[in-house]
């Protein structure tokens, strides 16, 4: 949700996001953008489930290195 960025103080707005690790990508993530500073703020749900997916994917249990959410 926009709001204000924790680092600096100036508004924030509704974006994606992707997340690339070496075992795999996560595409359009939604995330809050600083429109100052221009850091990225995922919220706890979708955090939960980049988490979900990473674990899955360090078992080897996922069939593609590229995942949209």
Known sequence: MPGKCPQC????????TTIQTDLVEIQNIPCTVCQECGQEQIGQLAQRKIDKLLERAAKGNLK???VVM
């Open 9 to 16: 103080g100036a508004r924030t707005y509704l974006a994606r």
């Open 64 to 66: 593609t290195r590229t």
